[in-house]
Structures are given as C-alpha cells and as structure tokens.
C-alpha cells in the first residue's frame, strides 16, 4: 500500500556540491595595539590613521622610531641592574606595496625632513666660505714658502720666515660639521663616514628598504649590534686612515615587502639571529588595510602631527645645538622605585620564560633582550612626552604592554609553530578566494607557487610544510596526476 503522507522525492537538477570548507582566516586575527597613556605620541597616531586610513600599526611603528631618532641623542637610560643603555630602537616592518608606508614617514618625519634640509642648506653656504678661504690660506701658504726656498738657497736666515709659516698652519680655516643625519638608500662606509667628524646621532630610515638589507651594509651584524648597545666601533679602510667611533647613536626603520623579507630570511636570517641583531629589532608584520580605506569627506586637520613633529624637532635642535659646542654629554633617564620594581618582576618572569616548555623556549635570544627594550621604550616616552624626574610607574606599565605587543609580533613573524599555522591559513584563505570566483577546487602546486600571496613564495621547502598541515587538519587533498600534482580543496 502506498503512504501519501510521505514527502515524494525532489527533482535533482536543483542539488547543487557542498563548497569546499570555510577559510578560518587565522592569520587576520587582530592583535590591537595596547592604548598608550602619551598625549602628543597618542594623538598623532590616532590622527594619522584616521585621515590616512592605512594600518594603525605603520603609524605606531614610525612614531616611535622618529621619536627614537630625537630622543637618542641627548639622553640614554640607566637600567636598575646599573648598565647605561642608548635609548636607539631598529624598527623593521614587513608590509606590502601600496599599503601606505611613505604617508606616515612624511607625516610623522616630515618636521626632521624639513630641519635636515634647512641645516644642510646653511652648511652649503658654510662650505663655501670654507672653501673660498681656504684657497685664500692656500695661496699665502705658497707665498711663504716660496720666500722660504729663496732664502735657503741664498743662505739667509729662516728664522723669521719658519715662526710666520708655523703660525699660518695654525690658522688654516676649518671645514664646517657635516650635518645630515637622515639616511635611507646609503652604504655602511657612507653612514659611518658621516658620523666621523659629523652628527652622531642618526635615522637610517627607509620605506623600500630590500636594498638595503641586501646590500653589503648589513653583512656586518657585529658593527650594527655595537652601535646598537652603545659600544665603539673600528672602521678600517685600506685606501684611507681608519678611525674608531666611540659613542654614536643610530635608529632603524627600515620598511620591506613580505616577499622581501623571505629572501633575506633565507640568505641571511641565520646570521642575523645568532649574532642577535634580530632579537634587538622591533618588528611589525602589518596587514593590508586596502579595500576598507573609505572616505567620509569630512574635513582632515593635522593640528596632532604639527605638534608631535615639532617635538621632534625641538629635542633634535637641541642636541645640534649643544653637541656643536663640544664637551657634551647624555643625561641619563632612570626609573622610579615603583617602575623598577615592575620592571624587575617583569625581567624576572621573562627570564623564567626561557626555560624548557616557557613561552620564550623557542627564542631565548628575542627574550634576553626584551626588558631592555621595554626600558628603552618608556624612557622615550618619558622624554618625548616631556615628563620631569624619574620614569613613573604609568609609563613603565604602558611599555611593558607595548613590549609585549611587539613580542607577539616577533612571535608570529619568527616562531615555526605560530608561522606555520599563520602561513598555511593564509594560504588556505587564497585558495577558498579562487574557489568563489570560478567554484573549482583544483589547483597546480606551480600555479599557486607563482601566484599565492607574495610572502609564501620563492621556498618550495616551506610550501610544502604549508600543504602537510592543511592536509593533517582536513582542509586540502593532494592527489598525482601524471606529473603534475594537484591540491583539491576538501
């Protein structure tokens, strides 16, 4: 007997295959920024990502690597360990093109970028009064000496005439300072050979930095992790008289694509982490913001980026201005006794961190080096914010959350386990994204190594990790056909 109470059967030509599995996009999970209790650092930032609307990040990162730059000059920090720390940050960040990297650094950097223009013009004009008197002095030295000959080939006494040339010597005219100290595409003699007999206090600043970072200035990590903890440095020169630089100061803020990043990792990564000149830079893996970079056409004021762009100016002038007259030397900055007893429980957890199973196990040499960076962080703050006395406890939490913030970075960027899981959801995210423009499921491992995000290219090695995990955790397939193999989307 037929049941007509049971629903009859629907036609097939509707059912359409379950898509493959949702991206989970765990590499788009947001770490915020912590809030920082710095009025004229605070604001700007705020005011630069809201007109401009490109990562928040960028914004911090330049920031702090401008107020660095003013800082460094005029004061360094006592540790409650009683070492003497430069308060030079190296900022490295990783972001790809047309995400907005050169808009900050002139918003930010454009006060010092006008005040490194207006004092090299000024010593231009310098120069040649330099020149033109020394040519003067030149000439009259000739005179002399040639009255000299005269009166040695005549058996004269050359009494008189030897006291004159001795004092001429004496008189000879001095060439001006040199005065740059914002370089970007520059060479490690070029840099060090301005700091000798010029400024001593430095930005190597840069938004394209790749050729930078792999040319022949950073194949010495020993003469950058000097400078970088105050210490001397030897150059020696063939050609030239070598000389040492005793007490220079230099930030970094070297920007450089994803893709970048990845080839200097691979040539030289292994060196920049055991020689520990990684472990000391502040890094930043920013993302995109492109795509969500809408308008209101509301009027844009800058009144904040005025006021932190002075404030650099101000602290740098300063520091022109008394290191031109010599015998000058750097104020040290110290803690509280309620900011040093958070900084020494801080220290102390950090160290305990790097035993077997911590949280820093894996980087003991990114961890040796934290609370000092933390230190360098709230006395910049302390100064650029024009705080008086000791470094206050407020401050002092404020850069140990930041510091922290940074760590997390590092760990994301460095850390095989946190790379990995980052690396192979944002390659699972790439892929679900060609599904839903053409619904197929099949991929040619050569296609998706010449086209998935710029990051993951150039190491087949490391692609093929990427592929394992997203096999072990169910999200892909990978089959042989002939000899090409394919990844289908599960």
Sequence with gaps: MIDYKRAAPQPSWDHHPLGPKEASNRHLIDDPIPALPFEITSEAIDECFRNIKNPKDLALGTAISFISLSVQGLHDARSPLGQICPTSLPLIVSAGSGVGKTPYLNKMGGGLFNYQ??????????????????????????????????????????????????????????????????????????????????????????????????????????????????????????????????????????????????????????????????????????????????????????????????????????????????????????????????????????????????????????????????????VNFHVFEGREGDVSETTMRASIELGYWFSRQFERMFSPEAKLENDASELHAWLRSKYDEDSSRRFDRTYIGRHCPSGLRGDPKYLELIYDKLENDRLIRIITEGKAKIILLN
């Excluded at 004269?156 to 006291?163: C, G, L, P, S, V």
Aim: glycine content about 6%; aromatic content about 10%; charged content about 30%.
């Design 117 to 378: 223009k207006e004092i090299l013009a000024n010593r231009d004009l310098e120069l040649k009064k330099f020149k033109h008197a020394h040519a003067i002095w030149s000439e009259i030295l000739k005179a002399h000496k040639s009255e000299l000959r005269s009166l040695v080939k005549d058996g004269a006494n050359t009494d008189d005439i030897i006291e004159v040339i001795s004092d001429h010597y004496l008189k000879e005219p001095k060439e001006p300072m040199k005065l740059g100290f914002l370089y970007e595409d520059t060479t490690e003699p070029a840099l060090y050979g301005n700091m000798n007999g010029g400024l001593q206090s430095a930005g190597w600043i840069s938004s394209e930095a790749s050729g930078i970072m792999n040319s022949s200035a950073f194949h010495h990590f020993d003469k950058l992790n000097a400078i970088m903890g105050g210490d001397g440095v030897r150059v020696e020169r063939a050609s030239r008289e070598s000389y040492y630089l005793s007490d220079v100061r230099v930030s970094l803020c070297l920007m450089i694509q994803p893709s970048a990043l990845k080839s200097f990792e691979n040539k030289r990564g292994e060196a920049a982490r055991g020689t520990g000149f990684f472990a000391r830079c502040l890094f930043i893996n920013s993302k995109s913001t492109q795509g969500t970079r809408i308008f209101d056409g509301a009027e844009q004021t800058w009144s904040a980026c005025e006021r932190f762009r002075a404030r650099t100016v101000e602290l740098y002038k300063s520091y022109v201005e008394k290191f031109s007259r010599g015998n000058f030397a750097r104020e040290e900055i110290r803690l509280s006794d309620r900011a040093t007893a958070i900084w020494i429980e801080t220290r102390n957890e950090i160290e305990k961190q790097m035993l077997e199973g911590g949280r820093y196990a894996w980087a003991p040499d990114h961890a040796s080096k934290l609370a000092e960076v933390m230190l360098r962080l709230a």
